[in-house]
């Protein structure tokens, strides 16, 4: 199966805050990749299908890029609405989807 | 609007089985497949099952497979898990999700499921 590495685990950040997130797949999964945000208690919410395409109604202060193995999801401004854990996800192999570990953000 | 509702969570015993069910609506339920993922308490997301829109491919994580399987009833916009020999180690919330193309882009609120003597 393919392993999603994501790091880190969690950060705490100041609002309005660049924050940073990588996802590192252990084979080329080319484009194939998700993210997702969890707020506690919630169900998962799609931010970002296919590397980079902002899913309906997602705020554009939410960004992905990356290709192969290496992908990094982005924030640009954080706001306090944002506190959540958010996850990777590979779809490269259909028959074995895999999440990243998740990043929990805290506010400072 | 699109809706995910699942069902069918509880507490069991190890060795017991349970069916969840998971009933859609808001969108052609036949042209979309199913996903299942659960979270033990505390935990991250797994990803547990998915089923094609038509039902003729069903996909399982190995920690499933052979315990577990997926069914849907496309004329009663249904889906279900049945989940055999369950284990401790499958307690979690169980979600599905709508499928659309390589992501799961609506999702149900949730079930737990217990296993504990």
């Known amino acids: 199966d393919i392993q999603m590495t994501q790091s880190p685990s969690s950060l705490s950040a100041s609002v309005g805050d660049r924050v940073t997130i990588t996802c590192q797949a252990s084979?080329?999964?080319?484009?194939?990749l998700n993210w997702y945000q969890q707020k506690s208690g919630k169900a998962p919410k799609l931010l970002i299908y296919?590397?980079?395409n902002l899913e309906t109604g997602v705020p554009s202060r939410f960004s992905g890029s990356g290709s192969g193995t290496d992908f990094i999801f982005t924030i640009s401004s954080l706001q306090p609405e944002d506190i959540a854990t958010y996850y990777c996800q590979q779809y490269d192999n259909l028959a074995a989807l895999t999440f990243g570990g998740g990043t929990k953000v805290e506010i400072k | 609007q699109v809706q995910l509702v699942e069902s069918g969570g509880g507490v069991v015993q190890p060795g017991w089985s349970l069916r969840l069910s998971c009933a859609a609506s808001g969108f052609t339920f036949s042209h979309y497949g199913i996903q299942w993922v659960r979270q033990a308490p505390g935990k991250g997301l797994e990803w547990v099952a998915v089923i094609w829109y038509d039902g003729n491919n069903k996909y399982y994580a190995d920690s499933v497979k052979g315990r577990f399987t997926v069914s849907r009833d496309n004329s009663n916009n249904m889906a279900y898990l049945q989940m055999n020999s369950l284990r401790a180690q499958d307690t979690a919330v169980y979600f599905c999700?709508?499928?659309?193309?390589?992501?799961?882009?609506?999702w149900g609120q949730g079930t737990l499921v217990t296993v504990s003597s």
């Open positions: 999700a709508r499928y659309n193309s390589g992501h799961e882009d609506f």
């Open positions: 084979q080329d999964i080319t484009n194939h």
């Open positions: 296919d590397v980079s």
